[in-house]
């Protein structure tokens, strides 16, 4: 054991992963029952899909579980949820938490906490599941790439507010660097509205129906442009196997992952099976 901000951590290992899986199944479970009394369309997507496909459950090295709901089911999905949820378990979104960096939204269970450290942000907090918007792109490919190139420039003014907080300890393209460097240096963040700025993505992102178009992205998904792809990628639904539950699929799952894993059945290297940097708190 070792004393870290005042909490007590244990680092998590193998036979740890097990209890960090069950509270995200936990939390899926009861995702899962609100889509399902509620016609909400959801997805497995990113490495849980591939779970799903490879592995019928988690990657066994996985530690977190992604989900996709095209923007309209996303929307009614937190309206409804907070009725749902238990008193140990909470939704967080960029609006319920300002401590909150990133665009999509946690589905958190409080039974079991770990220590929380990226970005500048430091805290103890509940096992989470992610849930992801699915947004519409227009059609025409050149309306579609100034779509995605206004998003971009409203996320990185929202950026320049929260420019304390951006990681360091991750690989960035030399144009990301001298973004940062010159948003540090001229502190323009200082004059920008945070909440302005985010506001305008919001808006940006909705811009497209995501049932009136042809193509759709997760904006927040971690792979970039490779997420832009023709909406029956994203849309249809089928079923597939996770943990024992019977989940929703993109109709086209294998092309999908392919899309954007390339071949996603062949197992990595023993030495790139890790988990994120997580650790559980002793209360």
Excluded at 35 to 60: A, E, K, S, W
């Amino acid at each position: 054991m070792k004393q870290k901000n005042n909490f007590q951590i244990q680092e998590i290992f193998n036979e740890d992963l097990k209890i960090l899986q069950s509270c995200e199944l936990e939390n899926f479970k009861l995702f899962k029952k609100i889509c399902d009394d509620n016609n909400l369309r959801y997805y497995m997507i990113g490495g849980t899909l591939i779970g799903v496909v490879r592995h019928n459950g988690f990657i066994p090295w996985d530690d977190d579980i992604d989900i996709g709901l095209p923007r309209p089911d996303y929307n009614k999905f937190l309206e409804i949820a907070p009725k749902y949820l238990p008193e140990y378990m909470e939704i967080v979104t960029k609006s319920s938490d300002p401590n909150f960096k990133c665009y999509f939204t946690r589905m958190i269970n409080n039974k079991k906490k770990i220590y929380w450290d990226q970005g500048g942000y430091k805290a103890k907090i509940g096992v989470w599941m992610d849930v992801f918007p699915i947004d519409g792109l227009p059609d025409n490919r050149i309306l579609r790439k100034l779509q995605v190139f206004k998003v971009l420039w409203w996320k990185m003014l929202y950026k320049f507010t929260q420019i304390d907080y951006v990681m360091t300890n991750r690989e960035r393209s030399k144009m990301e660097w001298l973004i940062i460097k010159f948003a540090q240096i001229t502190h323009i963040g200082k004059i920008l509205s945070a909440e302005k700025t985010l506001d305008k993505l919001d808006k940006q992102l909705q811009k497209y129906d995501f049932d009136k178009v042809n193509y759709a992205w997760n904006f927040s998904g971690g792979h970039g442009l490779k997420e832009i792809m023709p909406k029956r990628l994203w849309d249809g639904k089928r079923t597939g196997l996770f943990e024992g539950l019977k989940v929703s699929i993109p109709e086209n799952t294998e092309e999908h992952l392919s899309y954007i894993f390339g071949d996603y059945m062949t197992l990595p290297p023993e030495n790139e099976r890790v988990t994120h940097s997580i650790q559980f708190v002793e209360d």
